[in-house]
């Protein structure tokens, strides 16, 4: 017997990443199942909610963490599942509707906790202002006041400015005059990695070695916001995808009649992405940490040892002679594991072209590529990616087996 076709609306801003992931999640639910939906989506997959209350289907998921959407569905009669993040209090949920959270105070303890293991002592927020549509933010900020009050320190929390271009120059330099009167070494955890991606731009513009004086860790795990950094950036990873599947399941109860309303669940971070923003290390000489910091920025685009030697104002002798006392490996050695780095984080992300990732990472060409992976790691650069893919669940090795053209294009 064949089961009936439901028409389902996915109310969403696919433009973030927290939404894409939660429609992967609903996708992968219908394509593991036999359920049979006609989705509805905006053809450019904004949100917009014009004539919204005239829509003939069978159901809705929808993005509760935007204001407009809650406020727009408060007669829907068709089954509806909301979507966003969770709250301190109780009393903030949407009221009779079944709702799939983010679990915010985890994504904030799972950063802390790794900021901690990294030998920090120091800890602040960067979050963004107060308003409906960032009610999620600032539960955000509750969870990391939380554990700071906990833990018997004071919360530092700094919102900022929104992102827009006439007054972009005045945020940058507030970021920057708030990043100086931290005390250092300090751990921020940002509330996205948007908002991560402008501190380290400003880290950058102060002269603020990341992670030596700060270490940063964002939220969503964006293949974006990463490209567009020239420090790989950490990242908790939320659950979102298994926020979808559980949203469509629910949804997928309720038109077999389960009635569900005020069911609440609360999905944890499904891991965290640790990369160089955030590997905080003892302090060093003062020398080597200059030249680790210019070396994060410009490993990759083929600088020379003279060239950090230069930037730091030191004789070639003099630097490698304090890389030796303080690493125990050469200039040229910390030049070559960054690409390494960068090289390996390129290859576990699936399919790609060796000699644009060579080219990517700075090394003069795939062959030279190939020696270091077969002199570092053992391996080849594809027997590197083939084992890496190997031991990663399917969806993940279908998901990022299309991000490498947009990193390679950063």
């Not at 903030?92 to 105070?105: C, I, L, M, R």
């Not at 507030?174 to 100086?180: A, D, N, P, V």
């Not at 309720?254 to 005020?262: K, N, Q, S």
């Amino acid at each position: 017997m064949t089961s009936k076709t439901h028409r389902i609306a996915l109310l969403f801003n696919a433009n973030k990443i927290f939404d894409r992931e939660v429609i992967t999640g609903i996708a992968d639910y219908l394509s593991s199942t036999r359920t049979q939906w006609d989705l509805f989506l905006e053809e450019d997959f904004r949100l917009r909610l014009s004539g919204i209350e005239k829509w003939q289907g069978d159901g809705i998921i929808a993005d509760f963490d935007d204001p407009t959407v809650a406020a727009a569905l408060e007669s829907c009669t068709a089954p509806l599942v909301a979507v966003g993040g969770s709250y301190e209090d109780a009393a903030d949920y949407p009221a009779g509707v079944p709702y799939v959270a983010t679990d915010n105070f985890k994504l904030i303890k799972l950063a802390y906790e790794t900021l901690i293991e990294a030998g920090l002592r120091n800890f602040a927020l960067f979050s963004l202002p107060e308003a409906r549509e960032n009610r999620w933010a600032q539960e955000r900020e509750k969870a990391f006041a939380a554990l700071m009050r906990r833990d018997r320190m004071a919360p530092a929390i700094f919102r900022g400015q929104c992102t827009r271009a006439p007054t972009w120059d005045e945020a940058v330099q507030e970021q920057i005059e708030w990043l100086r009167s931290l005390p250092k070494p300090v751990g921020i955890v940002a509330v996205t990695d948007a908002r991560a991606r402008q501190l380290l731009q400003a880290c950058t513009l102060a002269g603020i070695a990341v992670p030596e004086q700060v270490a940063l860790i964002g939220i969503d795990n964006d293949p974006l916001a990463r490209v567009l950094t020239r420090i790989p950036m950490s990242s908790v990873i939320q659950g979102a995808q298994e926020m979808g599947r559980t949203a469509a399941h629910l949804l997928d109860q309720m038109l077999h009649g389960v009635r569900l309303a005020g069911t609440r669940i609360l999905v944890p971070p499904s891991g965290i992405n640790v990369l160089a923003s955030s590997r905080h290390e003892a302090p060093k000489h003062p020398h080597v940490m200059r030249a680790r910091h210019f070396i994060r920025q410009y490993a990759c685009q083929g600088i020379r040892t003279d060239q950090v030697a230069d930037y730091v104002g030191i004789s070639r002798s003099s630097l490698e002679s304090y890389f030796r006392q303080e690493l125990g490996c050469s200039v040229h050695d910390e030049i070559l594991r960054f690409r390494l780095d960068t090289a390996t984080a390129i290859l576990e992300r699936g399919d790609c072209n060796l000699a644009d990732v060579a080219l990517k990472c700075g090394f003069t060409s795939s062959q030279y590529m190939h020696s270091v992976f077969k002199r570092e790691l053992g391996c080849s650069p594809r027997g590197y990616q083939e084992r890496m893919l190997k031991g990663r669940p399917k969806e993940q090795r279908q998901e990022q087996h299309c991000d490498d053209d947009a990193m390679l294009a950063g």
